[in-house]
């Protein structure tokens, strides 16, 4: 029979409401110690000062702002697809069901509404969790009515049903069923329980648990732990540089008198060099001569190689590989980082489908099918290198060679979904043979 929907009442417009009012920037007064402090922290299961810290690095840092946007944005390009376990009525049916979920549900921010999308949308925020360790979702489950099954009788007629049986029988069902997934920052929940709970107030210390079936889940790899020192330690040297390009930038100017100290011609003289200089000048009771002071071995000095350090892990840390290693004459390098991208592409494509297989799908087969085994699943799509030619050869080979290919597995590694009953199907060209000519 269907399953119940929760849904929590955590999420209520004055929460959202005090966590904007509470927000604040970390960043000016972060040092290395702070930094620290924060990361155990929240390695003990207290969320709240590093998940403002890093979102305030990744919206803010130019390099972590570009490499950060591209890998969440690499799993949800290349589509997705429901693929089924096995060719049969029930699992098509499975598949019926979970094509209209996910095509029709919603995802928006829960401190952003006007952020909305789709799956695609859900997905970059899901991978939020690649770089803050966890992505937490409220599902908020939208039943479309009651549901529709089509049993199939002898006399054809159709019959509604708000309880399904595990088993169906019944060659056709509509999907009744969507969810609107409200992305929530981290800084809203605690582990110090070994799970994650929600703090139901913007500085509570502990939290109350999650409803089952109620949150989305996502567990990355927690990435901005490294980046965030790395983060650091560019910072530093930047503000060195800064202080360095602030005093000596512009070169001060020393003016020498032979007037005597307060005489006429000493302040005209004090006069010419203040309105020639801006702020860095002085004047010497010695002789008539007016130089430049600038700071010896101009350059970068040892900021720039440290700063362009960081910002290299910070890249390998979310892309896989230094980015500087695809110039034109590195081949190597280009071909070493195109394949630890794909690496991650695929790892993250794969963490994606079984989150949402785990966490989402079974609960939408569920409330359709009771508790009939799962016999479709969501994959996400990633970038295909496969040497498709080779594939085809070795079907070919298999086929002459009188071995069993199952269709459903030919087009599953193909990534080519099974017709749907009663779907026009291609038909091979058959080309006619040429016709002999008359003598």
Known sequence: MNSPLPHSDLVTPERIQL??????????????QLLGMYLESFRLGFFRNIALTWDAMERRDYKIQAVASKRKKSVARHGWEILTLEDSPAARRQKLVLEFFYNHLTATNALEENETGGLALLIRQMMDAVGKRYAVHEIIWQPLGKLMVDRGGVDGNKTDSTSVPSTISSPAINPSLTATFRFCPLWWFEGTQGHLRFLPT????????????????????????????????????????LSCSEKFGMPAIVGRTDAALDSAEWNEFVEAIRNFSQDWSAVFNRDNSVELVEPKNQGEGPFAPLVEKMDRAITTLWRGADLGTMSAHNAAGASLQAEESDILEIDDAQMISETLTAQVSRYVLQYHFGDAPQLAYLKIRASDKRDLDQDLKVDQFLLQSGAPLAIHDALERYDRPAPKPGEELLKPVTVAPPQAKEN
């Open 19 to 32: 966590s904007i009012r509470a927000r604040f920037n970390p960043i000016p007064s972060l040092t290395p």
């Open 202 to 241: 913007e500085f509570a210390i502990y939290g109350v648990d999650l409803a089952r079936a109620g949150w989305l889940v996502t567990v990355g790899d927690g990435i901005m732990e490294a980046c965030s020192v790395a983060y650091m330690y560019k910072q530093l040297p930047l503000r060195d540089w």
